[in-house]
């Protein structure tokens, strides 16, 4: 079993989606992707700020690695499909990738595409090199109430780019703080979430 963490730079509620009974990771973060598997954990973290060190936006232990094309067809995860006229959570939907085919990859006017709603193929690049969507029905997310991780253990999660594997002691030592002190699901709402944006996949 591997632990993961990283750092949630832009915290929309799109990358990971923790709407409905299913916190999803189906875009961004390819090498995490691509490589965790059913029974992993994945922290992530807010940026370090001064000495005050990272807090806890999200902990999820995948429980379904499915393609994008399971993802796409699924009757389980049709409600994660971008709504665009729909409510604020139904358009960060991130369920937008399938290949047809012609073996053509297809983006929904989505997050990640562009303002027209024509695919953005920096962001279609990097996020189907993942290759996997992960699934999480065991998840704590904080978003705005972002909680400490105790400072004893803050080094073993602080990090810059890219992500980083966590010991495995550190690791159940907060997952067990959490399943005896916090309740399951969406436990706040993403930092952003106040308005519909685009992500151009470069700033």
Known sequence: MKYYSYVVARDFGFAPNPFGRHCSLATCKPRIRKNANIGDWIFGITPKVKDSGNKLVFAMKVTQKITFNEYWYSHDFQYK????NGSLKQMYGD????????????????????????????????DVKGKFVLISETFYFFGVSAIEIPYSLKDEFSIG???????????????????????????DLPKLFTRFQRYDGVS
């Open 81 to 84: 499909k971008p709504v665009l």
């Open 95 to 126: 369920n937008i990738y399938y290949m047809d085919e012609f073996n053509n990859w297809n983006q929904a006017d989505s997050h990640h595409s562009k303002e027209n709603g024509e695919t953005n193929y920096d962001n279609l690049k990097r």
């Open 161 to 187: 780019m890219g992500h980083k594997l966590v010991k495995e002691d550190v690791a159940v030592r907060v997952i067990n703080w959490l399943e005896s002190h916090c309740e399951r699901g969406l436990i």
